[in-house]
């Protein structure tokens, strides 16, 4: 079974020895790959939807992975029970969704030490509520796939609260991405530079019609994203 590149770098944020819960499976191939390599000795896979979880049955079956992996029909982590898993892995799904599914996690679940992450939108909220919660990002990847940007991170539960903020630039791009200057992260910001000074042109060209102030404001906001990614780009 081959991963595609997205699957497989979240594969490879998990750590040997993890006890991981993943939430929104799929078809299962992350929890597959994961007992396949022994980089777990058990997953728990779970899934909203009825479909989606049959199909990663009939796979967990097919590769004789049945005493290794458990499925459960599950709305985010509802159906899973304290020192039941450590690790959380949430994939795949919008960045709200992602903190709503581990605000009921966290509070219910005092266990889990460690989240890997990959929200499709709004990643700066989820690194806002990590630090905001006592989690601490110590790697982050990103993925060129099929054209589409993929940042995801890993993130452990620290012992204190954090006192420290990130920037903006942090928190919108990732600060690990930036300290490590990842290759496809600055094709991101190349790419996002030239959509944000495209779109600031075409509304210097529109004088007429339309709602002026939403215009302005519009302005004003890709103006200060160009300063944060100009700045970002600086450091590569």
Same mark, same amino acid.
């Given at each position: 079974?081959?991963?595609?590149?997205?699957?497989? *770098?979240?594969?490879?944020?998990?750590?040997?020895?993890?006890?991981?819960?993943?939430?929104?499976?799929?078809?299962?191939?992350?929890?597959?790959?994961?007992?396949?390599?022994?980089?777990?000795?058990?997953?728990? =896979?779970?899934?909203?939807?009825?479909?989606?979880?049959?199909?990663?049955?009939?796979?967990?079956? @097919? +590769?004789?992975?049945?005493?290794?992996?458990? &499925?459960?029909?599950?709305?985010?982590? /509802?159906?899973?029970?304290?020192?039941?898993?450590?690790?959380?892995?949430? /994939?795949?799904? #919008? #960045?709200?969704?992602?903190?709503?599914?581990?605000?009921?996690?966290?509070?219910?679940?005092? =266990?889990?030490? /460690?989240?890997?992450?990959?929200?499709?939108?709004?990643?700066?909220?989820?690194?806002?509520?990590?630090?905001?919660?006592?989690?601490?990002?110590?790697? !982050?990847?990103?993925?060129?796939?099929? #054209?589409?940007?993929?940042?995801?991170? @890993? =993130?452990?539960?620290?012992?204190? *609260?954090?006192?420290?903020?990130? &920037?903006?630039?942090?928190?919108?791009?990732?600060?690990?991405?930036?300290?490590?200057?990842?290759?496809?992260?600055?094709?991101?910001?190349?790419? +996002?530079?030239? &959509?944000? !000074?495209?779109?600031?042109?075409?509304? *210097?060209?529109?004088?007429? #019609?339309?709602?002026?102030?939403?215009?302005?404001?519009?302005?004003?906001?890709?103006?200060?994203?160009?300063?944060?990614?100009?700045?970002?780009? !600086?450091?590569?």
């Amino acid at each position: 079974m081959e991963l595609s590149k997205r699957l497989r *770098a979240i594969v490879d944020l998990v750590e040997e020895g993890d006890r991981p819960a993943d939430i929104g499976c799929d078809h299962g191939y992350v929890s597959i790959c994961l007992i396949k390599e022994h980089k777990c000795s058990t997953v728990i =896979a779970m899934d909203i939807n009825q479909g989606p979880l049959l199909h990663a049955r009939e796979h967990i079956e @097919r +590769e004789g992975l049945g005493p290794y992996i458990e &499925t459960r029909l599950s709305d985010g982590a /509802a159906a899973l029970e304290d020192e039941e898993a450590d690790t959380l892995i949430c /994939a795949g799904m #919008g #960045g709200r969704l992602t903190i709503h599914i581990l605000e009921d996690a966290i509070k219910r679940l005092p =266990a889990i030490k /460690a989240l890997i992450l990959q929200p499709q939108s709004e990643i700066w909220l989820v690194r806002r509520f990590l630090l905001q919660n006592h989690f601490s990002i110590v790697k !982050e990847d990103m993925i060129l796939e099929d #054209g589409k940007y993929y940042p995801m991170l @890993r =993130a452990e539960k620290t012992a204190e *609260a954090i006192c420290s903020i990130y &920037t903006r630039k942090e928190e919108w791009y990732g600060p690990l991405l930036l300290k490590e200057k990842h290759p496809v992260l600055l094709q991101y910001l190349q790419k +996002e530079k030239k &959509t944000a !000074e495209q779109t600031i042109e075409k509304l *210097a060209l529109e004088n007429s #019609g339309g709602d002026l102030i939403k215009r302005q404001e519009r302005k004003k906001e890709l103006l200060e994203k160009l300063r944060c990614i100009e700045e970002c780009l !600086e450091g590569f």
